[in-house]
């Protein structure tokens, strides 16, 4: 049996190594060592003998992430990675500083079978979902490169975090946990484009996590028309359960909303919206929408922004233009994508 290390909690490998006859005392050392230390490989685990060592590495393969490329904006010092995961597959992840610290956004998957129209993640088609110990391994690479602490993590970057449920369910219990980097539940979100039955499942964990909901348009006509999802789950069913999950948790309720000029962004567009978002404990987050190239849509213009803010506004509805960082190296919402992946791959050949 194999099993990867880095995504078991210390009680599993508590349990895995007694069955090998290795002490228990040994879990910790090794728990430490990846969830602490941040150790990218078992030779860096020097209060271990080397047979030991040698023996772990054997049984429980260390799946790392590797920078095959960084990128730093020479306009705010956003920093976007490009990973090599252990099977040559390659995902992305945006390290962005704000007032109060750094926050990465990280990718839960190789690609998207979501399918969003305005989305670049979605280009390349859909590979695989990541175990839990690559999306930490993306957050422990990035703090390690950087010598900076990461406290707050928003799950926005390539793929979609509920259609990779368990592993990212798994993901959060490592990395809030109190022997590993214990990062608080309250300073990461998870952004999903509207799941229904998964929203509900994780409302049943009842964790303190901000929930970011992909809405991007108010009416069903409007929305399927852009996110597939839509015709699974639609615009009310998504927000009667955004309502339940924002009344049970008392977490506010954040919703994206991408502005694409003529498409989404009229008058009658921010009334619909305010309207069903009333009494709902939310707020929104309005994005002029990045440009992709393969895609048509193209951002509104600053004034329109600003009119949709202020009927939102008018209407009772909080909301806010989101700062874009990272424009000059494509880290911008949505822009993340695998079109390294064959120059990284020719590059190794
Ligand atoms: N699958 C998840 C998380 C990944 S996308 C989700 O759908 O929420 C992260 C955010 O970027 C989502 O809100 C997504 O809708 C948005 N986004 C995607 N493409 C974009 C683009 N070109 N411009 C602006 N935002 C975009």
Partial sequence: MNRDILSMTLEEMTDAFSEM?????RA???????????????????????LLRDELSEKFPLYNCEIARKQVSKIDNTVKYLFKLHDGDFVESVVMKYKYGYTICVSSQVGCKMGCAFCASTLG??????????????????QKDLGERISHIVLMGMGEPLDNFENVMRFLALITDEKGLNISMRNISLSTCGIVPKIEELLKRKMQLTLSISLHAPTDELRSRIMPI????????LLASCKKYAAETSRRISFEYAMLAGVNDSDDCAKILASKLRGMLCHVNLIPVNEVAESPFKPSSAERVERFVSILSKNGI??????????????????LRLKENQNCKKGDE
Avoid at 21 to 25: A, H, L
Avoid at 28 to 50: G, I, T
Avoid at 318 to 332: E, P, Y
């Fill in 125 to 142: 088609g859909f590979k695989r979902s990541l175990l839990p110990g690559e999306i930490l391994s993306q957050l422990y690479r990035a």
């Fill in 21 to 25: 006859g290795i002490q228990k005392f």
């Fill in 318 to 335: 909080n909301a806010t233009v989101r700062r874009k960082l990272g424009s000059d190296i494509d880290a911008s919402c949505g822009q």
């Fill in 28 to 50: 910790k050392q090794v728990y430490e060592w990846l969830h602490r230390h941040l150790a990218c490989s078992y030779d860096e685990m020097l209060n271990l003998p080397k």
């Fill in 230 to 237: 839509n015709k699974k789950y639609d615009v009310d069913e």
